[in-house]
Nanobody
Framework: QVQLVESGGGLVQPGGSLRLSCAAS????????MGWYRQAPGKERELVAA???????NNADSVKGRFTISRDNAKNTVYLQMNSLKPEDTAVYYC???????????WGQGTQVTVSS
C-alpha cells in the first residue's frame, strides 16, 4: 500500500518558518519527481515546488527565494523548508510523487499551514 504522509504544518506568524516533511512508504521515491502543492480555500491546487530524480528543482514565482525543496532518498522523504512566510501562504500543502513511466501519481493527505498574527 502506497502512503505519502505529510507532517510539519501548523500555525506560524508572518515572517516565520516551517519545515514540511513527506515520508513515503510502498514506493521508492528516487525514481520520482517529487512535488509540493497547495490549495487555499476557494482556489485551485497549485504547484509550489518540485524536484526531479536528478535533483533539479523548480519553484513557483510566488515562493522563489523563500521556499526550498529537498529530498533524502535514503530516508525516502522529501522536505519543504518555508521561510519568510506570508499570510497568502496559508493553505493545505500536499505531497506528490510523479513517475513519468506510466504517468503514475500518488498524493498525500495534506497538512494545514496557517500564517497569521
Amino acid at each position: 500500500q502506497v502512503q505519502l504522509v505529510e507532517s510539519g504544518g501548523g500555525l506560524v506568524q508572518p515572517g516565520g518558518s516551517l519545515r514540511l516533511s513527506c515520508a513515503a512508504s510502498g514506493i521508492i521515491i528516487s525514481g520520482a519527481t517529487m512535488g509540493w502543492y497547495r490549495q487555499a480555500p476557494g482556489k485551485e491546487r497549485e504547484l509550489v515546488a518540485a524536484i526531479t530524480p536528478g535533483g533539479s528543482t523548480n519553484n513557483a514565482d510566488s515562493v522563489k527565494g523563500r521556499f526550498t525543496i529537498s529530498r533524502d532518498n535514503a530516508k525516502n522523504t522529501v522536505y519543504l523548508q518555508m521561510n519568510s512566510l506570508k499570510p497568502e501562504d496559508t493553505a493545505v500543502y500536499y505531497c506528490n510523487a510523479h513517475y513519468r513511466i506510466g504517468a503514475v501519481n500518488y498524493w498525500g493527505q495534506g497538512t494545514q499551514v496557517t500564517v497569521s498574527s
